[in-house]
């Protein structure tokens, strides 16, 4: 059982004091299922990766207190199951074990660096997942994470064998390291749903510690208790009360605090939902490109007409606010897979402050935008500003059919960098991305491409044109792209 935790951090190396295991040695430990062991397959000032091995001994997990929830009374299936081999609850107690400070977020030598985000991959190459990998998307999507669970089919050679119970997880995010193992430390047991040790009331206890933060506002909370808590539903049901308690208390912190400044980017605090130009140069992220991009989607909205508006992957709310100063706009609906982003634009907006009738004007509905979703036909128009290129490429096509083939507003608004232009910003290393989340960013020639092929393949007509100030060889830092559906109806 391996999970790997990588970042490109710098130093990166960084991340032996964060797990307190030094990178140049092998870290041996002893652990109730079997032995752990933690060493760095890559420790580079750009890159560095730990690995957590956990070497199951079948006969303990079979013996002693352990007894009562391996497969039942079939005694050979207490021997020949795949519990060495797949990730799960024991890799996760193995995690809190040999990660116990990381976990709580305590380290000697970097307390800055525990409070930061930082880029962060995860990968759990063998990870027995029950609902499979929408499920596990579904689980840390709404976390800040992007997914990829690629099911592992059950054998190669075999296609029309079809695909094994498991998934190869991997999960990319801008994350600080002891939510991110919290999360994984909860929700690896949750994906197997099948716990191999008794469950005890203090269960509840550490489910909520180690959900500090992110538990209460999930909008899986309910599977994730339950099955955490291997379905005793009185456990359950006390977890959830918990919960929501927490909720209120945090809903009511944001309210004080509810100030739409303090959500504003902020180039010192790191990489924030909405910070969209976050790794150019602080000059330039000072430089109001986002203002700019914001009015050149509201002077299309305005061109066509649109009052009925979705901003898909409305991130931090940002375009939401210049959308709700606009009498025009009767109805804006603001969509995002992360939950954290979604309630910052509530804050930003200010939502509960606003009189019921500017309040009904507004939706904020978590949405992913590789899933077709009934409740976004039927509008003018929708915008996907700087969201496209945050999509693994081979996910593009789901996309396509969710806003193109599915909602199919009258509009679409699409911007996405021009990665020419990025030879312009001094300070951008070349060949890097403005972001750390972005998957490609594109040339003009290849966004050019892609906008005809799917203006070709839905029925939509398409004009493009470019933000910021243009450059006569590698033309605008934003490119823009209007699509008009043609013909009527949808
Ligand atoms: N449109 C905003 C935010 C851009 S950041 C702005 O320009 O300021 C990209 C946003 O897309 C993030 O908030 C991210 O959570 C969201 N996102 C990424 N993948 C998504 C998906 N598959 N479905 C829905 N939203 C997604």
Redesign the pocket.
């Known amino acids: 059982m391996l999970l790997t935790v990588t970042t490109t951090h710098r130093p990166a190396t960084d991340l032996g004091y964060l797990l307190v295991k030094h990178p140049d040695r092998v870290h041996t430990f002893d652990v109730p299922t079997g032995t752990a062991h933690v060493f760095y397959p890559e420790a580079a000032a750009d890159r560095c990766t730990a690995a957590l091995l956990l070497d199951v001994d079948p006969r303990r997990l079979a013996g002693g207190r352990n007894r009562r929830t391996t497969p039942a009374d079939f005694t050979l299936g207490r021997y020949v199951n795949d519990r060495p081999y797949a990730a799960s609850s024991l890799l996760a107690s193995a995690l809190s074990k040999v990660f116990r400070s990381a976990l709580r977020g305590a380290s000697r030598d970097r307390p800055e660096l525990v409070a930061a985000t930082i880029p962060l991959e995860i990968q759990v190459p063998a990870l027995r997942c029950r609902g499979g990998s929408a499920l596990a998307e579904s689980l840390f999507g709404p976390l800040?994470w992007?997914v990829t669970a690629t099911p592992v089919p059950l054998d190669e050679r075999r296609p029309d064998w079809g695909d094994s119970r498991y998934v190869d997880l991997t999960l990319r995010g801008v994350i600080r390291l002891a939510d991110a193992l919290n999360q994984v430390y909860v929700l690896l047991p949750v994906l197997d749903d099948a716990k191999h040790y008794w469950v005890a009331p203090d269960e509840i206890d550490k489910l909520l510690r180690a959900g500090e933060g992110w538990l209460a506002s999930h909008p899986q909370r309910g599977l994730i208790a339950r099955r955490y808590l291997v379905h005793r539903r009185a456990l359950a049901g006390r977890a959830l009360a918990q919960l929501d308690e927490r909720r209120l208390a945090e809903l009511r912190l944001a309210d004080d605090a509810a100030d739409p400044d303090s959500v504003d980017p902020d180039p010192a605090a790191g990489e924030r939902?909405?910070d969209?130009d976050a790794q150019l140069p602080e000059a330039v992220r000072r430089q109001p490109l986002?203002v700019h991009?914001r009015r050149a989607v509201l002077a299309e909205l305005a061109r066509v007409g649109a009052s009925r508006v979705l901003?898909?992957?409305?991130?931090?709310g940002?375009?939401l606010v210049d959308l709700v100063a606009e009498r025009r706009h009767t109805e804006i609906v603001g969509?995002?897979?992360?939950v954290g982003?979604l309630a910052m634009a509530e804050r930003r907006l200010r939502l509960d402050r606003l009189p019921q009738r500017q309040r009904d004007r507004i939706k904020l509905w978590q949405?992913?935008?590789?899933y077709r979703d009934d409740r976004l036909r039927g509008y003018d128009a929708a915008v996907l500003?700087?969201?496209v290129e945050?999509?693994d490429a081979e996910?593009l096509p789901a996309?396509e059919d969710a806003v193109f083939g599915h909602a199919r507003p009258g509009t679409v608004i699409v911007t996405t960098p021009n990665v020419e232009y990025n030879v312009r910003y001094e300070g951008l290393p070349a060949g890097r991305l403005r972001h750390s989340d972005h998957r490609f960013e594109w040339t003009r020639a290849e966004f050019a491409a892609w906008t005809d092929r799917v203006a070709d393949a839905h029925g939509y007509r398409v004009t493009r044109s470019g933000v910021g100030d243009e450059d006569p060889e590698v033309g605008c830092s934003t490119q823009l792209a209007t699509f008009i559906r043609e013909g009527g109806s949808p």
């Open positions: 800040g992007t939902p909405g969209e986002a991009r901003d898909l992957g409305c991130g931090g940002a375009l969509t995002d897979v992360s982003a949405s992913a935008l590789t500003m700087e969201v945050h999509l996910r996309l």
